[in-house]
């Protein structure tokens, strides 16, 4: 989607960024970047471990004093990479985003004159030099906490929502993020999923730490904001209708999926095939989505849905008494258990990712740093054939997941953009607070 102008400044507004300031890795001089500044953007995303800030900065020349000389910022830090930068920012409301980050990527543009910084967090880079050695047995929520607070070291809040099934298994030596990942699709909710109907969890990071939850989770949570695309020329949504806290500048359905695809990735189904080497047995199962999700299913063309049962085969080796818990005697007694449920657990979380990107958005809105990724807000949109703006789509209203959210500083202003989600189509919920 195309950026928001509403009008341009000369430069950025110091009253949106109160802090971005860089640290020499020699010896913790600091530089304020603020002076240069031409773009600044911050990004937040469920499909994402990490959270980033890309910014441009224009390198006067004479920016550090070294030795009675005036340096630019490559010369004066000098600039290495991995400095520590040190940024804060706020929206017209006084909603602050702070945070610690470190440069992964600069790049010269324009003859050296000006620089692209990529900031990233600390665990991002720690990720790529950590091996995770150890076994680690139980929930897998549990497993979840150890490895952020344990093998990354983060001081960062981590919040997780408990699983109900439990996975054993070996580091292997692979990196912390491999693991959340592996461990994502294996996981159940013990609150907001039904064992062998639900299944998938997503790892992200926002401003306010790190977060594990259910995609059922996400979808069940409270709105933290209600907007609407209506025909009122304020920007800043003071004519709002009631119940609404936002207006949307601009909109765009982006429904990149389209039904063969959906089908093909196996949203509406799938068959599983397990293969057991010890006693040869072999199945075949179709697996269908549970029937209280069949609501999320009703738009769908029924002529159609028996070659939606099974588009997608899996194939898996049933895998038995593998790193089993407890004592030795316990450990015997489950040596022909299987290790884990193909059926009730990955099917299903491979059919729930596919599912919650049946239905995707993208809107643009006023600087609100109030909202982040995995946030839950309710969206309507105007009826455009009709005159009263506050007439809404039926279909395209309700309830949506942020999976990205990027705020944009520059001398065109300061926007927030979001990429939206839900696993159904029509309009769900009210936009009463």
């Keep these: 989607m195309s950026d928001v102008v509403l009008g341009r400044d000369s430069e950025i507004s110091k009253d949106n960024i109160e802090k971005l300031v860089i640290f020499s890795n020699k010896d913790k001089e600091t530089i304020d970047l603020r002076g240069g500044l031409v773009q600044f953007d911050y990004y937040e995303s469920i499909l994402n ?9 224009v390198d006067t020349g004479s920016s550090i004093l070294r030795d009675g000389k005036m340096l630019s910022i490559a010369e004066g830090l000098p600039l290495c990479g991995r400095e520590l930068v040190s940024i804060k920012f706020k929206d017209i409301n006084d909603n602050e985003i702070d945070v610690n980050l470190y440069v992964n990527k600069f790049t010269p543009i324009k003859t050296d004159s000006t620089i692209h910084f990529e900031l990233v967090s600390k665990e991002s880079i720690l990720n790529t030099g950590i091996k995770v050695k150890d076994r680690l047995d139980g929930p897998i929520s549990q497993s979840i906490k150890t490895i952020v607070s ?20 070996l580091g292997n030596c692979k990196k912390p993020f491999y693991i959340i990942d592996f461990l994502s699709k294996y996981a159940v909710s013990a609150t907001n999923q039904v064992y062998g109907e639900s299944a998938g969890y997503f790892f992200y990071e926002t401003s306010e730490g790190y977060f594990f939850k259910s995609i059922d989770g996400l979808l069940k949570q409270e709105k933290k904001i209600s907007m609407i695309n209506n025909d009122t020329s304020d920007a800043q949504g003071a004519q709002l209708p009631k119940n609404y806290n936002a207006k949307i500048l601009k909109y765009e359905k982006d429904n990149t999926l389209n039904s063969h695809t959906k089908s093909t990735i196996g949203a509406y189904g799938m068959k599983l095939v397990l293969f057991d080497p010890f006693n040869s047995f072999y199945s075949e199962q179709i697996v269908e989505p549970p029937s209280s999700n069949e609501d999320k299913l009703k738009y769908l063309n029924s ?131």
């Design 49 to 57: 471990h990490t959270v980033k800030v890309e910014c441009v900065i």
């Design 150 to 169: 344990k093998h990354l070291e983060s001081s960062k809040k981590v919040e997780v929502e408990q699983t109900s099934n439990t996975y054993n298994f």
């Design 303 to 433: 002529e159609f849905r028996e070659i939606d049962k099974d588009p997608r085969t899996i194939y898996q080796v049933i895998d038995r008494g593998t790193i089993p818990g407890g004592n030795t005697m316990q450990q015997l007694e489950k040596s022909q258990d299987p290790r884990f449920d193909y059926k009730n657990i990955s099917v299903q979380s491979n059919m729930r990712y596919n599912q919650l990107f049946s239905h995707t958005f993208k809107i643009a809105m006023i600087f609100n740093t109030s909202i982040h990724a995995g946030d839950a807000i309710f969206v309507d949109i105007r009826k455009l054939a009709h005159s009263n703006s506050d007439d809404v789509d039926s279909l395209s209203g309700g309830l949506y997941i942020i999976t990205d959210i990027r705020h944009r500083i520059s001398s065109d202003g300061a926007f927030t953009y979001c990429s939206l989600v839900r696993d159904s189509f029509g309009r769900s919920g009210t936009p009463s607070r």
